[in-house]
């Protein structure tokens, strides 16, 4: 079965600290693709970062980066200098190529403390 | 400004009555999805459609009904079939689907709330 595990249903972090947000996923597929959606009060799903499965480099988006290790299925989000703006419930998520839906975790509520 | 529109945002229904949520995007994406979120869990994909006057069934699709007349909007329709429809609906386009590469991005949602 493909699943998406994210063990921490919540985090919290003081402003301007680094926060690491865990996700394991399952898949016997090569070719794929992962992501990290945010969705703050508003519901609306906000894409944060992506990571291609076959490049070794994690992905970076400013404060945003990622921690790919695709041996152990693992695929961290680690956001740095943390603003009141980044508290949301954030989604783990990936899409085998050629598939057309993206599979998601359960979620992480990320708190921020001033 | 290029986005998705889903309207409305809340929506009530009646026992045995069918409801219709709206999706319209302006991105020029030829494909379009509707996903159904229950508290605490992640996204499921309902239904999904390639292209005009072709869509096909997804995870959890029973209950459900959707049409694809114009490339710019998906409109899904929950029949009284669906035995739960309490849940958020989140609708979303991407250039091209099957291509990983192709991002998906979503609308605001439809809460749907039974009377």
């Known amino acids: 079965a493909q699943t998406v595990t994210q063990s921490q249903p919540e985090m919290s972090v003081q402003e301007a600290e680094t926060v690491t947000l865990s996700c394991t996923y399952d898949t016997s597929e090569s070719d794929y693709y992962l992501f990290w959606y945010k969705q703050p009060p508003s519901r609306q799903m906000i894409l944060v970062i992506r990571?291609?499965?076959?490049?070794?480099q994690n992905a970076t988006e400013n404060r945003f980066s990622v921690n790919f290790q695709k041996a152990a299925k693992s695929f961290s989000l680690k956001i740095s200098d943390s603003q009141l703006g980044d508290a949301a419930m954030y989604f783990c998520a990936y899409q085998i190529q050629g598939a057309q839906k993206l599979v998601f975790g359960q979620g992480t509520r990320l708190t921020i403390n001033p | 400004d290029g986005g998705i529109t889903q309207s409305p945002k809340y929506l009530f229904r009646k026992e045995g009555q069918n409801v219709t949520l709206s999706c319209e995007q302006n991105?020029?994406?030829?494909?379009m999805y509707w996903y159904r979120q229950d508290p605490g869990q992640g996204l499921r994909l309902i239904y999904y459609?390639?292209?005009?006057?072709?869509?096909q069934k997804g995870d959890i699709a029973e209950g459900y009904s959707v049409s694809r007349e114009k490339k710019e909007s998906f409109p899904l329709t929950v029949t009284s079939a669906q035995k739960n429809p309490t849940a958020f609906y989140l609708c979303?386009?991407?250039?091209?689907?099957?291509?990983?590469?192709?991002?998906?991005?979503f609308g605001p949602g439809t809460r749907l709330l039974v009377l």
């Open positions: 990571q291609e499965a076959y490049k070794q």
């Open positions: 991105l020029n994406h030829d494909a």
């Open positions: 459609s390639q292209i005009v006057n072709d869509f």
């Open positions: 979303a386009s991407s250039r091209t689907s099957g291509r990983a590469r192709e991002t998906q991005y």
